[in-house]
């Protein structure tokens, strides 16, 4: 069973930024196809980013241009550079695999003010 920890999130104004991290227990993280998901109050959780185990990346269209997904293999390890933040993106930001999924994390709550 892997296990997901979630950090970075916070709060911040409109128009800024904010660089969430999430680390991973196990010895075959290079293996996976991993996510970024988010839930708002009131919606369900959706794809925010994805990225291969080879490292091809593919973005929701609302963040397109904004937010970045990385990986470090080395450090079992998966980012999201969130840059322009909007009152929309207020969330909770969960990191998973792209199939079979793990337990869901506590993951981290953004919250972008106007």
């Known amino acids: 069973q892997v296990q997901f920890v979630e950090s970075g999130g916070g709060l911040v104004q409109a128009g800024g930024s904010l660089r969430l991290s999430c680390a991973a227990s196990?010895?075959?993280?290079?293996?996976?196809?991993l996510g970024w998901y988010r839930q708002a109050p009131g919606k369900q959780r959706e794809l925010v980013a994805g990225?291969?185990?080879?490292?091809?990346?593919n973005y929701a269209d609302s963040v397109k241009g904004r937010f970045t997904i990385s990986r470090d293999n080395a450090k079992n390890t998966v980012y999201l550079q969130m840059n322009s933040l909007k009152p929309e993106d207020t969330a909770v930001y969960y990191c998973?695999?792209?199939?079979?999924?793990?337990?869901w994390g506590q993951g981290t709550q953004v919250i972008v003010s106007s």
């Open positions: 196990g010895s075959t993280f290079r293996l996976f196809a």
């Open positions: 998973n695999k792209r199939s079979s999924y793990e337990e």
């Open positions: 990225i291969s185990s080879g490292g091809r990346t």
